[in-house]
Nanobody
């Protein structure tokens, strides 16, 4: 059974930093696309960043502040978040695809984590 477990969320002040981690178990995702999405209260889930192979894509709203990376050895994907703003407050979800083609759409992913809360205070 595939599981994605996120960690690293928390409360941080504006301008602060956090690093989210997502560790996958149940299968190896070394050739799969993985990504991060987020959902703020009352809003739809939105794409944040993804990687596939050596290619990464980051949403315009977080470009230059968020960085996605991965460690194949530990089946873990990270989201480094800097210069956080109150509008970054959301539940952040890790997602993994069965294939290697990356996507900015939720429909491109087959597995999801339970989410980790990030709250940025003003």
């Amino acid at each position: 059974q595939v599981q994605l477990v996120e960690s690293g969320g928390g409360l941080v002040q504006t301008g602060g930093s956090l690093r989210l981690s997502c560790t996958a178990s149940g299968r190896t995702f070394s050739r799969s696309a993985m990504g991060w999405f987020r959902q703020a209260p009352g809003k739809a889930r939105e794409f944040v960043a993804r990687f596939s192979g050596r290619s990464t894509v980051t949403a315009y709203s977080v470009e230059g502040r968020f960085t996605i990376s991965n460690d194949y050895a530990t089946n873990t994907v990270y989201l480094e978040m800097k210069s956080l703003k109150p509008e970054d407050t959301a539940t952040y979800y890790c997602a993994a695809s069965s294939g290697s083609t990356g996507s900015t759409s939720e429909s491109g992913y087959d597995y999801w984590g339970q989410g980790t809360q990030v709250t940025v205070s003003s």
